[in-house]
């Protein structure tokens, strides 16, 4: 089962995404709550292997509880799902690690299945997120004197990112284990300065590295 932790401040809207997972074979919601006020705590005791989250919340917000989390749990898929759609709120929540942005207008069926794309290590975006997200990136400044020495196979799996291929995809496609595919992007994360697949992806495109 696939462990969920949800962060939502509307009470319905939590109740049903949490009966909405619950009934679907492959998951369970772990944790809902209305706000990241203690997200760390909360993810160290329940474990989650995705967390759904809001960005707008009393308390501790949706993008300042992604950079908590970042700062522990730099590989845990967190999946964006709210009412914003305009740039600010989009490249604050890339840049702070979002693995994955969808509108809550996403119908059920999606939803459930983009929660197990990025829990597969994919970056699931509502398609007028995703055009964002690349024109907000290209749009920023390149630092030409940095060649970031990625290896031949972290250039290999970098590039099969580029193509929407999830861990699991990349694993199978190379013959390496999901782990070493971690290891990979971990390490290329660190030489691009990035946070996120999606931030990684987008500065590819921009500096041409694949």
């Not at 705590?41 to 509880?65: A, K, R, S, Y």
């Amino acid at each position: 089962m696939i462990r969920i932790v949800l962060y939502e401040d509307n009470t319905k809207l939590r109740e049903n995404l949490t009966l909405l997972i619950d009934g679907a074979n492959d998951f369970i919601v772990c944790g809902a709550f209305k706000n990241c006020d203690h997200i760390l705590q909360q993810t160290q005791e329940l474990l989650p292997d995705v967390i759904l989250m809001d960005i707008d919340m009393p308390g501790t917000n949706g993008i300042q509880g992604l950079r908590i989390i970042r700062s522990q749990y730099p590989d845990l898929p967190i999946l964006m799902l709210t009412v914003f759609d305009d740039n600010q709120h989009v490249f604050d929540a890339i840049k702070a690690g979002a693995d994955g942005y969808l509108l809550k207008k996403t119908s059920p069926d999606k939803l459930l299945e983009y929660i197990h794309e990025v829990y597969e290590g994919g970056a699931p975006m509502t398609s007028s997120i995703a055009r964002q997200v690349l024109h907000l990136f290209a749009r920023q400044p390149s630092d030409k004197n940095d060649t970031y020495h990625l290896s031949e196979r972290e250039k290999e799996v970098l590039q099969l990112l580029v193509n929407g291929y999830s861990y699991k995809m990349i694993a199978g496609e190379i013959f390496i284990s999901i782990d070493t595919v971690r290891s990979h992007i971990k390490k290329i994360y660190e030489k691009l300065h990035v946070n996120s697949k999606s931030e990684a992806v987008a500065k590819a495109f921009r500096d041409k590295l694949v």
